[in-house]
């Protein structure tokens, strides 16, 4: 399954549009990952629990997208868009969105 951002793929042309198909997960923040990003926050330094968090999130999302565009027979999604969110009381809950559309490719 060929996942892009562009809506074109050169050499690749665009036989018949399926649909909009999309992929959502949502994740809650761990106390502990809340404290010890805390502590980075005063120290200075990259926090590598969230940024694995992110990046699990962002895979999953895609994951779900593809199977949803594998259901409807495409070979490609394009014009993929992704959107993050926080969400829940104080920023808790972390939301990644993907979407775009299905395609069968000449």
Known sequence: MILSTTTVLEGRPVQQYLGVVTGEV???ANI???LFASVRDVVG???????STLRDARR???DEL???ARALG???VIGIDLDYEVLGQGGS???VSASGTAVKLG
């Open 66 to 68: 593809s199977q949803e």
């Open 26 to 28: 949502i994740v809650g």
């Open 60 to 62: 999953t999302a895609l």
């Open 93 to 95: 809950m972390l939301m």
């Open 74 to 76: 495409a070979d490609a």
């Open 45 to 51: 330094g990259r926090s590598g629990s969230y940024e």
């Open 32 to 34: 502990f990952k809340d």
